[in-house]
């Protein structure tokens, strides 16, 4: 497609292009690759003066009712007529990628697939439409909802007490070290430091540090596992908490995390679960029985509502029995009658007046509230162990499948959880794991999470969802194996790679740190 436009845009970055030039196919005039179209920007093909709706001309002598606030000159926005638009969202909708479309391995991100039913359940009008601000009394079942999924969630973790307003793992996070903070201070000392394992998501020193504490790594064991010891030799009376994930980011469990939590417990700290692997041990093991003090869900990922994108997600946060009173607000409560209301005020019998304030200005994500519900009812108890079992055996089949030829570095450390690790070793020609995940594309899958956890060189954590077939998993260690014997036999075109792919090699250190988020003119 080649709608004709004021800078002249000409299909110079497409990809398709430049690999056919360069193998000698056929070159097409449009940049075109068969029915993959190249999209412009919408800047790059909009005019100024065309529109999608057809208003009458302005009587000029009607009296001008703009009370000199009238336009001084265009903003500065493109007009599309209305088959332009259409087309133009739908073709970058298909260069898209996610869980519908094919395997999406992302370690530590948990891309579950997301059941119709929940999405058919969120869009009933009396979840979809409904006003945070409505009267209480005309959303009962919305409340109930979000009671009775409190309730859910409090009865698989093992814990008394949940503030549902986070909205994502990250924010559930800050809400869990702010109730600490809150207990610390109403205890006469918030304390200075957050005690981290070094092989932490990125998102826990950074919340330790954003509620003011100094942020100190406990390394972790050559099996992979939170060093046990050099974390007791740390413990004292100016460590607020400890921050660990379980299962961790290497994807294994915390054996010894009772241990763990009882001597944080003995110095006075509290113990924050990063739960965002929940997903491998839900039905399984209850977090309230190891320990924890505090911890946060993500529903977008244990419990299946969509994620990715910076679309909504939700974080609720488990608390213990100590920590219960200094919980955010609101929350919603049952009446005898049976009634629900929102608490939105102190409610001394419940906070005893300490309550460390709102993470939000309402009560959370309603539609992930419905969704994640509706998984849990269609699971039921039993239906949840699965899931994890399910999580837990992919991850070990995929393990088993590649430590013949990739660096594996935990495999002797036991069964994985729901991810499996590798590390880069003995890639010929200077080739990088960078490399090989760009292959994987080429075949047809989204890589996995590659370079993280930190503590594992040229890492590269794969995390297949529960809900994949043995067959669709055997065609992902077929491809895997096959561009890792590219990336060991030192293939140069791996250097290149994605070759198919919408784009080829962007510089993503320069989209990370100096995105530019406005377009410009290029004549300007
Ligand atoms: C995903 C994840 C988080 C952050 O959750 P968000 O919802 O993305 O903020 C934190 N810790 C771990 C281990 C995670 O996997």
Sequence with gaps: MNAPNKSGWKPQMNNALEVAEASGEIVTTTGNRALMLEEPLIFEFGHAETTGVDLPEIDASAPNRMGGFDRAEPIGLVGLTEPETVRHYTRLSRQNYGIDLGFFPLGSCTMKHNPRLNEKMARLPGFADIHPLAPQNSVQGALEVIYQLADWLKTLTGMPSVAMSPKAGAHGELCGILAIRAAHTAAGNPREVVLVPESAHGTNPATAAFAGY????????????????????????????????NPNTCGLFEKDFRTIADAVHEVGGYVYCDGANFNAIVGRVRPGDLGVDAMHINLHKTFSTPHGGGGPGSGPVVFSDALAPFAPLPFVRQYEDGAYEIVEEEAREVTRGQTFGRMTAFHGQMG?????????????ADGLKQVAEDAV?????????????????????????????????????????????KGLIDEGYHPMTVYFPLVVHGAMLVEPTETESKASIDQFITAFRHVTERALAGDEALKQAPYFAPRRRLDETAAARKPKLAWEDPEA
């Design 214 to 245: 100094k942020v100190e790594d406990i390394p972790a064991t050559a099996e992979g596992r939170v060093d046990v010891e050099a974390l007791k030799a740390r413990l004292g009376p100016d460590v607020a908490a400890v921050m660990i994930t």
């Design 368 to 380: 992930m509230f419905t969704r994640a519900l509706t998984y849990m009812l269609s699971h039921g």
């Design 393 to 437: 055996l992919n991850a070990n089949y995929i393990l088993r499948s590649l430590e013949d030829i990739l660096h594996a570095p935990f495999a002797d450390s036991g069964p994985c959880m729901h991810e499996a690790l590798f590390g880069d070793k003995d890639f010929g020609g200077g080739l990088s794991t960078l490399d090989l995940a």
